[in-house]
């Protein structure tokens, strides 16, 4: 008689757990696109031609953006109330990916902008440093950390962080400023869910 019950709860609790792996994004539903969110910010993810992904920002106390990231990962191409911005690779994108633990590699690009000429390259580093896991509430990614170093063209860092990238989603879930320093932080999204059709 007490097996019973016990067999009802146990089944109750695969139930529930497997109900919510369902809300987790995987590799098959990014396809059809996902949010990913945290307080003042969330952006739409989708799958677009050419390896793309096209992200809108939409922001509590800004007005929304749109960026197409290759593989998730690169822009190329910004544009918002502010201004419109591409950033032009003057090599083939498409050999770094997929990335792997130890890849390294320097994209020299160009910026472009609307009545503003560019005044010189910049440089894009980036080295995979290895493997991690990263949490989007109760979902759980494997990622890639991805030191990115922007560069001018004199060599002066302009910025500098390491992405935690997640291949199976093409989007970066979080960026970690400062790493190995006393004022290291991680700014990132904290919810995942599937895009409304």
């Keep these: 008689m007490k097996a019973a019950p016990i067999c009802m709860i146990l089944a109750a609790m695969l139930c529930a757990s497997t109900a919510h792996a369902a809300g987790c994004v995987d590799v098959k539903s990014a396809r059809k696109g996902f949010v990913l969110a945290r307080p003042g ?22 007005s929304p953006q749109t960026q197409y990231l290759f593989a998730g990962l690169i822009e190329v191409f910004r544009d918002s109330d502010t201004g419109r911005q591409a950033m032009i690779p003057f090599s083939d994108l498409r050999k ?4 792997k633990a130890g890849t390294k590699a320097a994209i020299e ?16 580093s980036l080295v995979v440093k290895g493997k991690e896991t990263f949490s989007l509430g109760e979902c759980k990614y494997n990622v890639l950390a991805v030191k990115e170093t922007f560069k ?17 989603l093409q989007a970066a879930l979080a960026r970690r400023y400062d790493e190995g320093t006393s004022s290291e932080s991680v700014n990132g999204y904290e919810t995942i869910k599937p895009l409304a059709e």
């Design 41 to 62: 910010i969330q952006s739409e993810f989708r799958p677009v031609a050419g390896g793309m992904m096209s992200v809108v920002n939409t922001y509590e106390s800004q």
């Design 109 to 124: 690009f160009v910026e472009l902008s609307p009545n503003k000429p560019p005044k010189g390259t910049k440089t894009l």
């Design 152 to 168: 001018n063209g004199a060599g002066e860092t302009l910025d500098s962080f390491t992405a935690l990238y997640a291949p199976d």
């Design 96 to 99: 770094l990916f997929p990335l």
